[in-house]
């Protein structure tokens, strides 16, 4: 029995993907003797309906100066963020002098836009390399965890936000809490939190279960977010579903009272209820799911090895730790996994240790079949890797079902 993070009922984990690295944890042979192990066990919890892992690692373990993932790699989610940060320009600065806050920022994707436009801007980051790139092209950002305290801080410094925004980050910070207090502090009366996450009701409809790994402590609905913020004065006012990673919410939120609520809001309560997030039958559906999904990759590729087929991974992703630790996919199975990233290029995969490769070597020498491990990007990558295809490779995906590509 753990203690919800959100309410602090007593609640146990539904299931255990077992024994788990670091999920950006990419690493050298020298140091795989020390490699540290958590277990991934989510639990859901019945009071506030938040989906949570039963441990985390502590966050200074994911969040260094060695951060290993760079959100300017991707040229669709640069486009992606450019429209966020016009529609929050459009719809949610109108005073004068507005200010922007936006907590982990990384490289500075989306408050470029901000920076460009000469808007007053706040990046919170505390990897510090991420932090340093947003510095270098001219985004204003403090290397530190954001919560309570920094952002009594950051009102002292630079007065009360217009908008608080965050993309893939509110779901990592365990003290879920304190950043909600925090929140409170920093924005205006009248200011909003927009803030966008991967989406528990498409993890548990497509079984995309990688999305499960250390730094996703929480998946949000509107139902647990709700509560969240409810307890805190505050309220979900409208939602902004997203295609991106694989399924994603966008929350917009204001002090209780402030903005009139939109009726996406019931209707997506709705919708949660008709698809049994709050029922315990629907996580232990999903656990089926999950078991299913392992079996029957581990089966294909156990396939192709007797056929003599040779399988590389595509893009050495965090989510792609779950799958390969709860698999058990090792080195006799995928002979590397191709990245672009330098920083991962030459080390090996976390736990299952799977030689990580530069692109031009995968590009180079095209294996028969690539597992695509950023399937989330699926668009983007099938653009860029049509010479793959006519080649004669093969795509193999594990959501929402594990198949070949035709
Ligand atoms: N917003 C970007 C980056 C997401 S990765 C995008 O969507 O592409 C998550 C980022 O959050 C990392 O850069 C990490 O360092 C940062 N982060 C983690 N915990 C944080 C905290 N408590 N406060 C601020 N940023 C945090
Ligand atoms: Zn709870």
New binding site residues.
């Given amino acids: 029995m753990s203690k919800c993070l959100i309410c602090s009922t007593e609640i146990s984990p539904f299931m255990s993907f077992g024994k788990m690295p670091i999920a950006n944890g990419f690493l050298t042979p020298e140091q795989f003797p020390d490699e540290y192990f958590f277990e991934l066990s989510p639990s859901f919890c019945p009071n506030c309906s938040m989906f949570q892992l039963d441990r985390q690692p502590e966050?200074q373990r994911?969040?260094h100066e060695n951060?290993a993932?760079f959100?300017g790699t991707s040229a669709r989610?640069a486009v992606h963020?450019r429209e966020f940060a016009e529609h929050v320009k459009k719809d949610y600065l109108p005073g004068k002098d507005p200010f922007v806050a936006e907590?982990?920022?990384?490289d500075g994707?989306?408050l470029r836009n901000f920076s460009g436009w000469g808007i007053r801007h706040l990046g919170?980051?505390?990897?510090a390399n991420?932090a340093a790139a947003a510095n270098k092209q001219g985004v204003k950002t403090v290397c530190?965890?954001?919560?309570s305290e920094l952002a009594e801080k950051i009102v002292k410094e630079h007065g009360q936000a217009d908008a608080f925004l965050?993309?893939?980050?509110m779901c990592?910070?365990s003290g879920f809490n304190s950043?909600i207090a925090g929140i409170r502090k920093l924005l205006k009366p009248d200011g909003v939190a927009m803030f966008e996450e991967p989406y528990l009701g498409d993890v548990i409809e497509k079984t995309s279960y990688d999305q499960i790994y250390d730094?996703h402590v929480f998946l949000f609905s509107a139902s647990s977010i709700s509560y969240a913020f409810r307890q805190h004065g505050m309220e979900l006012v409208d939602l902004e579903p997203q295609d991106t990673h694989g399924g994603s919410m966008r929350y917009i939120i204001a002090h209780s009272g402030a903005r009139p609520v939109s009726g996406n809001v019931f209707r997506q309560l709705e919708k949660e209820r008709a698809l049994g997030l709050d029922k315990a039958s629907t996580y232990e559906l999903f656990r089926k799911n999950c078991e299913k999904s392992r079996d029957d990759l581990v089966s294909l590729l156990r396939g192709l090895k007797k056929e003599g087929a040779c399988v590389a991974g595509y893009a050495a992703t965090s989510k792609s730790t779950t799958i390969l630790n709860y698999c058990g996919i090792g080195p006799d199975l995928i002979g590397f996994v191709s990245d672009t990233t330098p920083i991962k290029q030459g080390k090996f995969t976390p736990g299952t240790h799977i030689p990580v490769r530069p692109y031009e070597e995968f590009a180079a020498r095209y294996p028969d079949y690539a597992l695509l491990f950023a399937w989330n990007h699926a668009g983007e990558v099938m653009d860029n890797e049509k010479k793959f295809k006519e080649a004669g490779g093969k795509w193999i995906t594990h959501v929402p079902q594990v198949r070949v590509l035709r």
């Fill in positions: 966050p994911m969040f951060y993932f959100s989610m963020f907590v982990g920022c990384n994707i989306m919170i980051e505390p990897s991420v530190e965890f954001f919560g965050g993309a893939n980050v990592h910070i950043v730094e």
